[in-house]
């Protein structure tokens, strides 16, 4: 099996892949830096799913994990040109999976830095790491964002992405076209994945769907942005990772072998719909604080996936209510919060 390097190992989408890479028995060895963005503990509680016990994590030391052999696991941060450029001198892999990012989109309005340090300096030390150790290929993470202020729906790869609406979006975009250049002059072989909202299990607490649970088990009112006149194209967590593994089977081939798709569910929801199912899983009602449309967002989110269903056979497939009662179960579970 090729060796994989991936990155964002302690966030949301890269501890279920992890988790489900290293079952399949894949050697992995995952990078995070542990920024604070959100709570740091639960990126711990995630590694500690993984056989990854805070206590033996140092700076720049790789740690074994104790439940998967064949998974270990470094504290780094890719934004630190210096060190990344020597992890890459002593490290080779096959196969180098890109989640590490600063995410949020609403964020990067007042923390702008954090975008450019960790999405566009980190993205171009991996773009270097991986022409240095000439890897087969690079899969990374973009994100729907890139559609910003685009009417035409769904959503597909060959529609014109310019307009940005975040500046998180204009990294994830600067990304795609950072990585195309790669592919063209060095003849890397690149994958871009447009994930759509992604929830589940382990999620982020910064996403809207977290903070709702949150709010209404804590009986406060919920923030509903633009009087609930949002959509978006709601992602079970497990079909990503489904769709990951689709593109793996095989690395891209093209001239250059460069290529995008969207992974998403191709369901848009309405937000007080979303509730509602929310609601449904949770057994109690929520109160609404109506509020308008928050700079940075965008009204609907609607993805084409027959690009990714062409190429590798995998459309996900979970409907929202079975996503969201797992994920209020783990909320519940998580949190020790019973009846
Ligand atoms: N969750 C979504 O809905 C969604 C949607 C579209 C795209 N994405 C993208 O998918 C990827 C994974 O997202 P997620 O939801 O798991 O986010 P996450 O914040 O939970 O995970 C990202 C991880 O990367 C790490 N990281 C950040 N900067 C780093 C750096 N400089 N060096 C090393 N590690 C660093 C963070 O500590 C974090 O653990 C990101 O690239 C994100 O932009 C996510």
């Known amino acids: 099996m090729p060796k994989v390097l991936l990155t964002g190992i302690a966030g949301f989408i890269g501890f279920h892949l992890a988790r489900r890479m290293a079952q399949e028995g894949h050697s992995i060895l995952g990078i995070d830096s542990l920024n604070n963005y959100y709570n740091p503990e639960l990126k711990l509680a995630r590694l500690k799913e993984l056989g990854i016990s805070p206590g033996s994590i140092r700076d720049n030391t790789p740690v074994a994990s104790r439940i998967f052999p064949s998974l270990s696991f470094l504290k780094l941060d890719l934004a630190d040109r210096d060190l990344t450029e020597r992890f890459f001198k002593k490290e080779t892999f096959s196969l180098v999976i890109h989640l590490a990012a600063q995410p949020g989109a609403r964020t990067s309005l007042t923390q ?181 449309m928050q700079a940075g967002d965008v009204l609907s989110t609607f993805a084409d996936t027959s690009k990714l269903e062409h190429y590798s056979g995998y459309k996900p497939i979970t409907p929202i209510q079975e996503g969201i009662r797992k994920f209020v179960q783990w909320y519940l579970s998580y949190h020790s919060i019973t009846g």
């Open 112 to 292: 702008p830095y954090a975008y450019v340090d960790n999405n566009i300096l980190g993205f171009i030390n991996i773009l270097e790491g991986c022409r240095h150790i000439h890897t087969d290929h690079l899969l990374y993470a973009s994100s729907s964002s890139v559609y910003g202020g685009n009417v035409k729906q769904p959503y597909a790869e060959d529609d014109r992405v310019d307009t940005p609406v975040s500046l998180y979006a204009a990294t994830k975009r600067s990304n795609e076209l950072m990585a195309y250049t790669y592919s063209h002059l060095f003849g890397m072989p690149v994958t871009g994945l447009r994930f759509f909202t992604v929830y589940g299990p382990w999620g982020r607490p910064d996403m809207a769907y977290y903070k709702f649970v949150k709010a209404i088990v804590e009986n406060r009112s919920v923030d509903v942005y633009n009087n609930g006149n949002l959509e978006r194209d709601f992602t079970y967590v497990d079909d990503i990772i489904e769709g990951i593994l689709s593109v793996l089977k095989r690395n891209p081939s093209g001239q250059p072998p460069y290529q995008i798709f969207n992974i998403g569910h191709s369901e848009p929801v309405n937000l007080l719909r979303f509730l509602e199912v929310i609601e449904d899983a949770l057994g109690k009602k929520a109160t609404k604080r109506f509020l308008p």
